[in-house]
């Protein structure tokens, strides 16, 4: 959940490692750091608590320079924010460790070292796995083979970059389960968790596989597999830019990316459909004639691609008549499931590297219970699309925001692909009934910038949360998925408590909390359960609720006392839930801007949850 970068160079790398470090704070951390060696190859290290940017001054007031080194952001899990539990991490001033992951089993590590004599300056994990480096390698005599040793030990996930002042000629790394990957410069190497962090300095890149062991050596690259076999990885070429991953003239990420929806969509839609026309007839492995042997559907996600499942379980359901089930992928793991004959797997990741997601692919894929696993994705080459058996791409571009947006909206455009296409397979819809679908996903971009238009009227509408400390959403059918992915944004970035109910609950308890200082919003599309949306909402406002209705222009919901309405452009039914989760993040973000909060980088939270 935190950041790592290394780099390899005949330049000064401490500029190139601060920038990344800064690429990456979009991941979430509460401190940061740096190791480098200098002229006499020894550690200069430099930690922070806070941001980047403090790191940054303190090394404005003690420069450093050197040609190797390694740096991190981190997100605490062991050990509260502090600069004493700030990585890197060091031993016997020999070895300088980053780590991204859990070690599950540090505390029995942590006894042993103690015992043989090792003193920790830190709560970490991390220490631990650095002073049994320190061990390992005295104990065998070999760099590499303590590497080995020491990683052979480590129950978890981790990504390693290590120093060794022994060796100041050499940059050394290894992963299992959280990611890294390599940047290839001219004579220059560098390592880091995602492309983002080094996309000033290069952009051709190897994504490592789990177990691989990277061993950069005078100038040299050398990877071995889990095996101990070398292996030639392949490189990547980024279509990424600077400008892709900067906020132009956005205050924030994460409002650049809610405007950047339409387009994500447009791409995410290209070559896949026309106007009136399906053009997926399978998803690689997962082709037309097996998806017509698909007996029952199971989706497995978490946090926002969750709520995108949910949303889709309607569509399975309705277009493909085929029983769909929607799991938390952390939940998941460790229960028994029943997985009916002839059983569809689908799971969903923005980053492709959210470890409890890829922990639950990684059991799916140990029997043979799944007649096929397929991930939708908005990254090519992460570790969820190369497990899955079939990928099928987002296509949003980077996504900065810690509070997904147009990951979300592009997930549930995937989604509506794979049930459509799945429906064709097993011609459980007309092709009338697909193509009325079909254009209005098509036009779906153009009436999601004429709700971007809505930006000023729902910012003076935020003014009235600003004060709350608590909301509701409410929504029927398809939209109460929406509604917790609406509450979710507010929590998140605003800091506000708010909930999602499937509006006909409300009389089941909720109801209890309504008063005048909790306001509720609805999500009230013209459809065939706007009737009895109209009930839930009048159950509400005679309670002395403030209600907010996000409706369609055409709906005869009329705005009274204790009732604010936002009317929005028709939404045919099909897309209704893309369309109406738009308002809804300009609603929490405006909210969170006006309490001035950090929108971007919420507090407590990281963009890739890569830890359990």
């Known amino acids: 959940m935190c950041g790592i970068i290394a780099a390899y160079a005949q330049r000064n790398v401490t500029p190139i490692l601060l920038e990344g470090l800064h690429r990456m704070e979009y991941r979430g951390y509460d401190s940061a750091g740096i190791s480098v060696l200098d002229k006499d190859y020894q550690i200069q290290r430099t930690r922070a608590l806070g941001k980047v940017a403090v790191l940054g001054a303190k090394l404005e007031k003690s420069p450093m320079d050197s040609g190797i080194g390694i740096a991190h952001t981190r997100w605490a899990t062991h050990g509260q924010p502090s600069e004493a539990n700030a990585h890197p991490h060091n031993s016997n001033n020999q070895f300088s460790v980053v780590h991204n992951g859990i070690i599950e089993n540090h505390e029995s590590l942590r006894t042993d070292l103690k015992s043989a004599g090792y003193e920790f300056g830190s709560e970490t994990d991390t220490e631990v796995i650095v002073h049994l480096l320190h061990s ?12 080995k040793n020491t990683v052979a030990q480590l129950d978890g996930a981790y990504a390693i970059a290590i120093l060794n002042t022994d060796m100041p000629d ?100 290209q070559d896949r459909i026309t106007d009136h026309q399906l053009l997926l ?55 028994y499931v029943a997985v009916p004959e002839n059983t569809l797997y689908i799971t969903l990741s923005q980053s492709g590297e959210t470890a409890d997601s890829l922990a639950a692919l990684e059991e799916v894929k140990k029997g043979d219970n799944y007649l096929g ?38 997930q549930l455009v995937a989604l509506q692909l794979v049930a459509l296409t799945l429906a064709k397979a097993k011609e459980t819809q007309t092709e009338e009934q697909r193509s009325e679908i079909i254009r209005a996903m098509h036009q779906s971009p153009i009436t999601m910038e004429r709700l971007l238009m809505l930006d000023r009227t729902i910012e003076h509408l935020a003014e009235q949360f600003v004060e709350k400390d608590h909301a509701i959403f409410l929504g029927r059918g398809p ?58 909402l009048e159950e509400v406002r005679t309670r002395g609720g403030q209600l907010y209705v996000m409706t369609e222009e055409d709906t005869d919901i009329a705005p009274t006392e204790g009732l604010t309405l936002v009317k929005i452009p028709g939404c045919p039914e099909a897309v209704a839930p893309l369309l109406l989760t738009v308002p809804l993040q300009l609603l929490s ?24």
């Not at 490189?235 to 339409?262: A, C, F, N, R, W």
């Not at 691609?305 to 769909?324: I, L, N």
């Open 479 to 536: 939209m109460f998925p929406i509604a917790l992915e609406g509450a979710l944004k507010l929590k998140e970035i605003s800091y506000i408590h708010a909930e999602g109910y499937p509006a006909g609950e409300l009389k089941h308890g909720p109801l209890a909390l309504v008063d005048n200082e909790v306001p509720v919003v609805a999500i009230a599309p013209n459809d065939s359960l706007l009737e009895k949306l109209k009930s839930n």
């Open 170 to 269: 050499r940059l050394v790394a290894v992963r299992k389960g959280s990611p890294l990957l390599v940047g290839l410069g001219v004579g220059e190497f560098f390592l880091a968790s995602d492309t983002a962090a080094l996309i000033p300095v290069t952009q051709e890149f190897i994504y490592l596989e789990d177990g691989d062991l990277v061993d950069i050596c005078e100038g040299k690259l050398k990877i071995e597999d889990e095996s101990g076999t070398e292996v030639k990885r392949p490189v990547k070429t980024s279509t990424l830019t600077l400008g892709s991953v900067d906020k132009g003239p956005y205050k924030h990420y994460m409002l650049k990316e809610i405007y950047e929806q339409p387009n994500a969509v447009r791409a995410t839609l």
């Open 589 to 612: 973000y405006h909210v969170a801007v006006m309490r001035g909060t950090d929108v971007d980088q919420p507090r407590n939270l990281a963009k890739s949850v890569t830890v359990e």
């Open 373 to 410: 696993t397929l991930a939708i994705c908005n990254v090519p080459e992460s570790t969820l699309t190369r497990e899955a058996d079939a990928t099928l791409l987002t296509k949003a571009g980077p996504e900065i925001g810690v509070a997904s947006t147009k990951a979300f909206t592009t």
């Open 136 to 147: 390992e390698v005295k104990k065998a005599g070999d760099y590499i083979e303590g590497v």
């Open 281 to 335: 007839n399978g998803f690689g492995d997962l082709d037309i004639n097996l998806l017509r042997r698909v007996q029952a559907i199971h989706i497995v996600a978490c946090g926002t691609s969750y709520h995108a499942g949910m949303t889709a379980k309607y569509w399975f359901e309705e277009y493909t008549k085929t029983p769909c089930s929607v799991e938390i992928a952390s939940e998941y793991r460790y229960r």
